[in-house]
């Protein structure tokens, strides 16, 4: 019950590219923050440390929603053992437009870079689950399906981007406690 190696590449492929895109945005903004000198200290129109202690908290919230919906971490809380694969995969992505829509709102605290960085992540996840589940034959088991991701990703540990989307938003985080 293996994936194809050519479909295992197609995935890396589009995985790898995300992660590219997502670099690069985080790159560039990290550019447009050193041309400037200083990262902003506070939105125009805010006032005290009130605004700033919400932004901190939307960074925190998102950083926890990454670290729940990467893979790992959603196997191991959302796997029942006896679900068949379609079963399977309907619940891991459920379970990440759940938690994603839990936190949408956090979204006006964060820049959009950062915002855009949580959205690709969960994107990404959704893509690699349903591309991996398509490959399993429809006999395959949530456990077989669950085995496959984890072994995509002990095998290319580059197709997820929840280091590069964690450490955007730490770095984001960081920037507001400047004083």
């Given at each position: 019950?293996?994936?194809d ?37 506070e ?36 796997s ?33 870079e ?37 072994d ?15 450490d955007?938003?730490?770095?984001e ?7």
């Amino acid at each position: 019950m293996s994936i194809d190696t050519n479909q295992l590449i197609i995935a890396i492929i589009i995985a790898v590219a995300l992660a590219g895109t997502l670099a690069y945005l985080f790159w560039r903004q990290n550019k447009e923050v050193q041309k400037r000198g200083k990262p902003k200290k506070e939105e125009e129109g805010s006032k005290g440390p009130a605004p700033r202690q919400l932004q901190l908290q939307a960074y925190e919230r998102l950083i926890l929603l990454v670290d729940r919906i990467s893979i790992p971490n959603l196997i191991q809380r959302a796997s029942h053992p006896g679900l068949g694969i379609r079963d399977m995969q309907a619940l891991l992505t459920q379970t990440i437009r759940q938690e994603f829509e839990h936190n949408i709102t956090q979204q006006i605290y964060v820049s959009p870079e950062a915002w855009d960085a949580v959205r690709n992540f969960k994107e990404q996840n959704l893509l690699i689950i349903n591309q991996v589940a398509s490959f399993l034959p429809a006999e395959a088991t949530g456990m077989d399906l669950n085995k496959q991701l984890l072994d995509l990703l002990v095998q290319n540990p580059k197709a997820s981007l929840q280091n590069v989307v964690s450490d955007a938003l730490s770095y984001e985080a960081k920037k507001l406690m400047i004083p």
